[in-house]
Nanobody, 124 residues
Framework: QVQLVESGGGLVQAGDSLRLSCITSPRPFSTYAMGWFRQAPGKEREFVAAISRGGGHTDYVDSVKGRFTVSRDNMKSTVYLQMNSLKSEDTAVYYC?????????????????WGQGTQVTVSS
C-alpha cells in the first residue's frame, strides 16, 4: 500500500523558515514524480512545487519562486520543501503527492497518491 506522511509544519512568524518532509512508501521511489500542494481555508487546492523522478527538474508557483525549494533524497524515499521568508499568505495545509511519471506534474488531478497534510501557520 502506498503511503505518504508529511511532517514539519507548525506556527511561525513572518520571515521565518520551515522545512517540510514527506516520507513515502512507493517502491521504487525513484519512478515517482513528486509534488507539493497547499489548501487554505475556503480556497481550492493550489500547486506549490514539483520535482522530477531524478530531482533534476523542478517547478514552482510564481508566488513562492525564490523563497521555496523542493528537493528529494531517493535513498531515503523522502521529498522536502524548504520554505524561507514565509508570509502570512503561505498559511495553509500542505500536502505532498506522488505519481508515476517521466515528467514533472503540476495538476493535482494527475496525482495518484496523497499524504494527510501538515498545517503551516504564519503569523504577521
Amino acid at each position: 500500500q502506498v503511503q505518504l506522511v508529511e511532517s514539519g509544519g507548525g506556527l511561525v512568524q513572518a520571515g521565518d523558515s520551515l522545512r517540510l518532509s514527506c516520507i513515502t512508501s512507493p517502491r521504487p521511489f525513484s519512478t515517482y514524480a513528486m509534488g507539493w500542494f497547499r489548501q487554505a481555508p475556503g480556497k481550492e487546492r493550489e500547486f506549490v512545487a514539483a520535482i522530477s523522478r531524478g530531482g533534476g527538474h523542478t517547478d514552482y508557483v510564481d508566488s513562492v519562486k525564490g523563497r521555496f525549494t523542493v528537493s528529494r533524497d531517493n535513498m531515503k524515499s523522502t521529498v522536502y520543501l524548504q520554505m524561507n521568508s514565509l508570509k502570512s499568505e503561505d498559511t495553509a495545509v500542505y500536502y505532498c503527492a506522488a505519481v508515476r511519471s517521466l515528467e514533472i506534474v503540476t495538476t493535482p488531478e494527475r496525482y495518484d497518491y496523497w499524504g494527510q497534510g501538515t498545517q503551516v501557520t504564519v503569523s504577521s
